[in-house]
């Protein structure tokens, strides 16, 4: 069974640091494009970053750019999310996703598989 879990989530001040992770069973996360999202309550699921398959190739969001950073581990079969100086606005449920023939990193109907979701939230 193809399967993607996000950890990592939970509570944190502003300014403050999470790393998630999104770990993959049933498939070599090496062999895809991963992408994390994030949807806040009432918006629309947004794309945060992307890792192409052999992870020389990042993308982010212009929200993000310089305080978040997307990095795999093929021996841990696991793609992270590192976020530093986390603002409010960043507080939202954080998806990964996997996608074998990306074409738009940030189009959500790129991707094949999804986990099921981890909740950050910010505030002091």
Known sequence: QLQL???GGGLVQPGGSLRLSCAASGFRLDMYAI???R???GK???GVSCINSSGATTYYADSV???FTISRDSAKNTVYLQMNSLKP???AVYYCAASRHLVFWRRVSDYDYWGQ???VT???
């Open 5 to 7: 879990v996000e950890s």
């Open 35 to 37: 992408g994390w999202f």
């Open 39 to 41: 949807q806040a309550p």
């Open 44 to 46: 629309e699921r947004e």
């Open 65 to 67: 750019k310089g305080r």
């Open 89 to 91: 606005e960043d507080a």
């Open 117 to 119: 979701g981890t909740q």
């Open 122 to 124: 910010v505030s002091s």
